[in-house]
């Protein structure tokens, strides 16, 4: 059999992983290892540099075969955005797994979110930064600093709502149209997308734009920031802010 080649159609993907020898799969395997590195590339700039990338390639490329074997090729989906959800999902679970991010920078964020959500409570309106450095009774600039340094695992512990882990991630593609089926529709179940939509509604106007070029638009920190006209550290923050305003919101409609 001649070398797979990641041109051929996903069908051939699929049917060449399938059908040939454990040998033979090594090649369709070694075809898909650059969207292998795309996706650890992009986790990769979010999280903590104690964590080991080599790693994060071996998780991932558990991901990729997980796709390989389930993926349904009469499905109106692109393998490669189904791969990715795959990689990324086996990344993430090997982070809870290992339990690789540090337990300061857990309850560093966990202080954040929770004087963010006290404060909304009480006021029913989004908290300002000032209004959160006075509850933790810090200077707004180490509020900021806080904000950039537990971005990572804000993203993390994100999914670990249960929005975008394991099966939900695809159903999506059952229960949403095709003209809706964005990235972030494709990580999440229909009903979940409802609720996340109706928990955008929520935030401020620039969070919600950081919201949507990140995870709709899929730009990075740096192109949102130029989009902005403020530096990458500031979108970091932006983001930050947004996704812990998203979980305490999620977190009471459950």
Same mark, same amino acid.
Request: hydrophobic content about 40%; aromatic content about 10%; glycine content about 6%.
């Given at each position: 059999m001649k070398k797979f080649k990641a041109t051929k159609a996903k069908t051939t993907a699929i049917e060449a992983y399938r059908s040939v020898s454990e040998y033979e799969r090594e090649d369709v395997i070694r075809s898909y290892l650059p969207l292998v590195k795309r996706v650890v590339h992009r986790l990769s700039g979010r999280l903590p540099k104690e964590v080991d990338v080599k790693e994060m390639l071996n998780s991932g490329i558990?991901?990729?075969?997980?796709?390989?074997?389930?993926?349904?090729?009469?499905?109106?989906?692109?393998?490669?955005?189904?791969?990715?959800?795959?990689?990324?999902?086996?990344?993430?679970?090997?982070? %809870?797994?290992?339990?690789?991010? /540090? %337990?300061?920078?857990?309850?560093?964020?966990?202080?954040?979110?929770?004087?963010?959500?006290?404060?909304?409570?009480?006021?029913? =309106? /989004?908290?300002?930064? #000032? #209004?959160?450095?006075?509850? $933790?009774?810090? #200077?707004?600039?180490? $509020?900021? =600093?806080?904000l950039s340094e537990v971005g990572s695992i804000v993203m993390l512990s994100f999914e670990e709502l249960g929005f975008g882990h394991g099966e939900d991630r695809f159903q999506a593609d059952e229960v949403v149209p095709s003209r809706m089926r964005d990235p972030l529709s494709r990580i999440l179940g229909g009903e979940k997308v409802e609720l996340v939509a109706r928990a955008l509604d929520r935030l401020p106007e620039k969070e919600r734009l950081v919201i949507s070029l990140y995870f709709y638009e899929e730009l990075n920190l740096k192109e949102i920031g130029e989009i902005l006209g403020v530096t990458e550290s500031r979108a970091s923050q932006i983001r930050s802010r947004a996704l812990i305003r998203l979980k305490n919101i999620l977190r009471t409609a459950r």
């Open positions: 558990i991901g990729l075969v997980d796709a390989l074997e389930k993926f349904d090729p009469t499905h109106d989906t692109n393998f490669a955005t189904y791969a990715q959800f795959r990689i990324r999902g086996a990344i993430i679970d090997s982070f %809870r797994a290992q339990d690789w991010l /540090p %337990r300061t920078l857990r309850y560093k964020a966990h202080k954040v979110e929770s004087a963010y959500h006290r404060i909304e409570q009480r006021m029913g =309106r /989004p908290a300002t930064d #000032e #209004e959160v450095a006075g509850e $933790l009774g810090i #200077e707004l600039d180490e $509020l900021q =600093r806080l």
